[in-house]
Nanobody, 121 residues
């Protein structure tokens, strides 16, 4: 069983910054890509960014490009999302996603429970 623990969400004023963290734990042999998605009310879940095990990031086609930065610490099994210049449109539930092989060498994907980010004055 693999668990993802997300943290760092909350209320921030427009123009502010937040850093989200997501730590994976459990029966993991190896972690491949890690990523962040978000879902705003009434909208579909959208990709923000993914990062490979080698640390190569890829960003989705969204307005977050240039304002959000993804990174990871493999020894801590943690992925981060640094969010700058936050706008009200960034208000959403943010989910982390981890692709991994368990100790039986089975490939699987885990999702975090989500952390709320609210941008408001």
């Amino acid at each position: 069983q693999v668990a993802l623990r997300e943290s760092g969400g909350g209320l921030v004023q427009p123009g502010g910054s937040l850093t989200l963290s997501c730590e994976a734990s459990g029966s993991i042999l190896r972690i491949n890509a890690m990523g962040w998605y978000r879902q705003a009310p009434g909208r579909e879940r959208e990709l923000i960014s993914t990062i490979t095990s080698a640390g190569i990031p890829k960003y989705g086609d969204s307005v977050t490009a240039g304002r959000f930065t993804i990174s990871r610490n493999n020894s801590k099994r943690t992925v981060y999302l640094q969010m700058n210049s936050l706008q009200s449109e960034d208000t959403a539930v943010y989910y982390c996603n981890v692709q991994y092989y368990d100790r039986s060498a089975n490939f699987d994907v885990a999702w975090g429970q989500g952390t709320q980010v609210t941008v408001s004055s």
